[in-house]
């Protein structure tokens, strides 16, 4: 609630309510009027929160994040595990999730909570810049490693007969390659712009640059991080279930057009991973857009009537996209918890144990009963000739016991 209009006089909260003022100016009583300084103080319970969650809650994420990562790269990469393109995929998602924990997250709790390092980056241009390019490359890498991965299955899906001409390891590792170098190119755009570091939710001062400042490209960058992909893997998954629908109607009908037991399981997986990043970044998504929105689509001065209205709600809206900044994180380091708990993910589950020394049952080492199964047949004895009558074998050597010589 917006308290009334208030003689600033009779303001029960000084200017030391607000963090930096120390000695109030003119421009700082101009900017916080009486009733602002009551809000931010009905607000603050919620900021402090927010702050706390996204310092040690970071922290927390970040621990765990590169642990269950790192587990699960170990698991991805076993000799049997790298034939399914699937697992390349998620072996990728993996370390890159890594390297966003690290690089961008880690780095923003440090700058956040220690002054000292935050000032190296201030009076270093150049790390400034460094520390844009891999934020955005790490970020967008990790988002779009799942669209490529939701067009393979999605591929394979509409088009089984051409998807297991189409999608291969081989391919599979040219496609993230790929994606790799377009978003790395695509970043150093961050050498020559500056973009959303002036408001950071770690809440360290930005870095003084010399970078060109375009409001625009915000717009830009939020569509390209969240809407972008998040409209494709609705739409990709939304197709690749009616896909499953049809398939599972041509099963019953014993059609050969079905999508193999393998195939189904890497989809449903993949619809896991993906609707877990759709649900928590969309929330941000809705508030960046926004606030973007409300702060550049408005000019309110102080002297306005709608100024406290205004600014209120651009503080709400700050604080809002800090909070769910902090569940967006979760994105990075939840994938380990959803391969373990998909009933997709038996041969994960699996390697996973034996990893860690758990006996495994014989029938979840799948990949152990396919290569017993292939060499079964690469050693079958051939039939043994019928009784009903020679060979076509004994017939043609019987021919040329009679034939002359030269004919033989």
Known sequence: MIPSKMNDTDCQ??????????????????????????????????VTLVRG????????????????????????????????????????LAIY?????????????????????????????????FHGVIVEV???????????????????????????????????IYVIIGVSLGVLVFSMHKIAVSGFEGDSVFGYAACKTRRAIFVEIIY????????????????????????????????AQMTTQSMS??????????????????????????????ELIWNNTQKVLPSDPDY????????????????????????FAVNFFLYVSSSSATRFRATLKMLLGIKVDQQEMTWNNTMKSRATKNNSVAPAP????????DLHLKKKEFLPESEA
């Open 13 to 46: 909260y000084g200017f030391e309510v607000i963090e930096g003022i120390t000695n109030a100016t003119e421009v700082d009583k101009q900017t916080w009027p009486c009733e602002l300084r009551v809000f931010w103080v009905e607000i603050y319970p919620f």
């Open 53 to 92: 969650l996204l310092s040690y809650g970071t922290v927390f994420i970040i621990v765990l994040g590169l642990l269950f990562n790192l587990t699960s790269l170990l698991v991805l990469t076993r000799k049997h595990m790298r034939k399914s393109t699937m697992n390349l995929y998620l072996s990728a």
């Open 97 to 129: 999730d890594c390297l966003a924990l690290t690089m961008n997250f880690m780095i923003g709790v440090l700058r956040g909570q220690n002054k000292n390092i935050n000032k190296d980056f201030q009076d270093h241009e150049d790390l400034c810049k």
């Open 138 to 172: 790490f970020n967008l890498l990790s988002i779009w490693i799942i669209v490529s991965f939701t067009i393979e299955r999605f591929i394979m899906i509409k088009f089984p007969l051409k998807g297991k001409q189409l999608v291969t390891p081989r391919r599979a």
């Open 220 to 251: 830009f960058y939020v569509a390209f991080n969240t809407w972008f992909p998040t409209l494709t893997i609705v739409t990709l998954n939304t197709l690749i279930l009616l896909e499953i629908r049809r398939n599972k109607k041509k099963r």
């Open 261 to 290: 037991k393998s195939d189904e399981k890497a989809t449903k997986l993949l619809l896991l991973v993906s609707s877990a990043y759709v649900v928590l970044v969309l929330p941000l998504g809705l508030i960046q857009s926004t």
């Open 308 to 331: 406290i209205y205004f600014m209120s709600t651009k503080i709400r809206l700050k604080w809002a996209r800090a909070f769910f900044f902090f569940f967006y994180q979760l994105n």
């Open 386 to 393: 019928s009784d009903d009558g020679p060979s076509n074998r």
